[in-house]
């Protein structure tokens, strides 16, 4: 007990003390806690002047200018603010040179104003674009400060590296009929967000031979409305390589029976996908051609099917199930890997299944199938 009254006493002693203390210091009211409070939290969000500066000038409306082929140099050289060019008249490899550097000067000395190109009323682009590459007289190559293009009817085809590292990017407007004729075409335009296209779906599927705009994510617009659900015509008789690769926007795709083949990467990264519906008539499904389609739940491989790429539905995360019909003799590396929720793949023909190395392998139970399905194995079946 005696311990306890000298704790106790101990105890009251220190609180006056702390009391005193504060009372001659004045304390912190409530005022100042809240104040001091808000201090931290501002410290905390405060944007940094880069940050902020950035935020008040995308919301400077852009001045719309009317220009010539002429003088786009000279206007480039004196822009104060972000600034829509309408321009007009003849481009040359000379003039793209000078274009392309002037950007580039002005992105070293004001990088936070943009500028964005109507290119529709000009000539000569169509033969710099289609032999473009990363010299700065066939191209837009590493322009930082371009927010938008609209490009002229008369192109038909871009180049390699045309637009390449156009990191301010984000919208393009491109006509009917055009091919792009490398991958690296719209490299690194990573905040390209809108893609125009003044064609039908049916053009687009032969749009490039390896890539398209919407290779970041872009959503894309036909007839200026956001292309969600796709239909894509009758008589289309395949889905080209890369077709829709990105194409973030869509949500459902019917494809007609006219089709017999799925390209490599054709729907790869449309991540907003819910719902495909894959005619009887195709024999084949290429590699990566729905990886990354994350909202796709379910989907039906027709019984015509032989062929499954690899890596075909790689990181479908919302796929649970699968039926691999009788005409399959062929499932590529890795065709289902990181489909976390994949937890039963049915095969209608269980028997004569090898890995790459000529081993057999059971796919009788849907269970172990999906999990072997997930690995880093390809398989054949002999006939």
Known sequence: MKNYNKVFTLFITLTLLLQAFTGCTGGLTDSQNHKNNDAVTSDTNEESPKDSQTDELNEIPYIETNVTAENIVNTINTLQTNTALKVTGEFSHELISQITIALKQLYAASPLIKVRFDLSGTTGLQALLNAASDNDDTSFYGCKNIDSFILPDCITSIGEYAFFGCTALTSIT???????????????????????????????????KLSNPCFNGAALYIDNKIVVNVTIPDGVTSIDDYAFYGCSGFKSIIIPSSVTSIGDHSFYGCNALESITIPSNVTSIGDFSFGICHELSSITIPSNVTS?????????????????????TSIGRAAFSDCYKLTSVSFQNTTGWKDSEGNEVSVSDPAAAAELLKQQVSLTRSN
């Open 174 to 208: 491109i006509p009917s009929g055009i091919t792009i004729k490398n991958f690296n075409a719209f490299s690194n335009c990573i905040n390209l967000t809108e893609v125009y296209y003044k064609g039908t779906i049916e053009q687009w599927i032969s749009i490039h």
């Open 308 to 328: 499954i790429g690899a890596y075909a539905f790689k990181h479908c995360s919302g796929l649970t199930s699968i039926t691999i019909p009788s005409s399959v």
